[in-house]
């Protein structure tokens, strides 16, 4: 009768205690099953010493150490499966509430702030259309230091960094600014595009902190990276059919707002949007959830289905590829896209599986995609000397270049790990590591081309 | 990490028992919160240096076991030799440490405190 009324006791307790530990986000269920293995067999070794149930019970659970300190440890373990959370936790004292709506009203300041930014030049007699080269080499620097100044004051980096940072954006600033560009150049086309990616840099050692460092701090900025874009994208989908409904009720009424469009709700909406998006990515992690590796899941297949196809049509007809001027371009496109999947499919899976099938497509992905741009750099080499190398082809050429070298290991880490000979990890430090060459690449080309071909 | 792989090449683990086996070895002397081992065993395997696997015990409960990979047994014999070469440099440190003091032989054969 006893005994029978402290087993069920007991099981009520561990029960309690493994729902207790379900909560938190970083202790899995199967960790659950793991520790719950282990609490029951330091009860049976307590309970053989002579303690009773209830006893054993609470022996066992202190020994396994608080849960506070556990849960903490397994998300530096297991950092993928909250990187959200575990990056922005605010200090344990704040309210999660109210931390919540300081958030929210920094977050919506900073975006007020980057659409003034944007509209600022305006007072000095700026204007869209006419001085469009100017908006085009400065948009980056409208919108990205609010972005950055947001993760900092969020990850209280302290002054030395945030001095660096807006040194750096200073910089920039001169670059785009005090060189004489021919209007409507293509050094200067190159430098408006690539200031963006190499300014990125900075956003991601403000969002990282002070886990830059860390394998998983670059991760979660490269997992950032992509719901940000996705959130974006979505942003300005609800945006555009915003606009639309308003024009036509205006229309209605005999009122053009094509002008107040143009000149305040686009570029005012499109600068607030980087900002509102990232907060957004960070404070709603539970709406979608990581939809970039999703996406990446699903299109890794297709792609590589289009580029054996491509390939095998290549070998079947014996065709040349068609040599055209925007040929380079468009094949960097296709390896950053590659590129993209393969991060993105890196970012979500969990590296203690075993390799399955969608690594096997994943690395026929990357090689048929390395074999397709083999194929087109082997066009271009033949006849690069009758094109002659005009900035923009450097420019190509070399991105080319940065995307192949990132691939062609990749693709060999990929098939290590395959073959059981390297772990996962691995390819993920590769690709961590990789990251500061685009935005240094992207430094170049801002600072260095423009001198070097004479600001065409 | 070097004693938890130590101890699973010694033959396949789980969880509690590599804590008896390391409170066992160390006479307990090395003790650290059970719970701690868990994330610890989960980053060997994120690196691949061990492998995990679920049994059931023989009290039909499941159970989660570890085996030592061939990059676990490699990195291990790279720690030993590493742990080798602290412990014999810090036995010379000790040896000459201790010969100016070993001269008078008595005095250093009881270096006790006081009140011991």
Redesign the interface.
Known sequence: MMATGEAVSLEDQIDRWRNYLGRRQAIHSVDVAELEDHLREQIAVLGKGGLAADEAFLVAVKRLGEIDALSREFAREHSDRLWKQLVVSPSDTEEPQVGLQKDAIVAFSLAVAAAVLVKAPALFGMQLDADAGFYARNLSLFVLPPLTGYFAWKRRLDLRAIGWLAAMFGAAAVVANVYPFAPGGSTEGLSALHLPISLWLLVGIAYAGQRWNEIGGRMDFIRFSGELFIYYVLIALGGGVLTAFMAMMFQAVGIDIEPLFESWLLPCGAAGAAVIGSWLVEAKQSVIENMAPVLARLFTPLFAAVLIAFLGTLLWTGRGVDIERNLLIGFDLLLVLVLGLLLYSLSARDPRLPPGAFDAVQVVLVISALLADAVALWAIAARITEFGFSPNRVAALGLNIILLVNLAWSAVLYIRFLKGEASFTRLERWQTDYLPVYPVWAAIVVVAFPPIFGFI | MPIVLAILAEGDN???AILERVRQLSGGCLEW????L???L??L?????IE?RWEV?E?G????YYRITS?GQTQLEDERRQWEAVDATLRGIWRALSFPAAAPYSASATPQPQGA
């Not at chain 2, 919160?33 to 701690?36: E, P, T």
């Not at chain 2, 395997?45 to 240096?49: D, I, N, P, Q």
């Not at chain 2, 409960?61 to 989660?64: D, H, S």
């Open positions: 789980y969880g509690y919160k059970d719970g701690m868990y994330p610890a989960h980053r395997e994120r690196l691949g240096l995990a015990s009290s409960r499941r159970r989660k990059q």
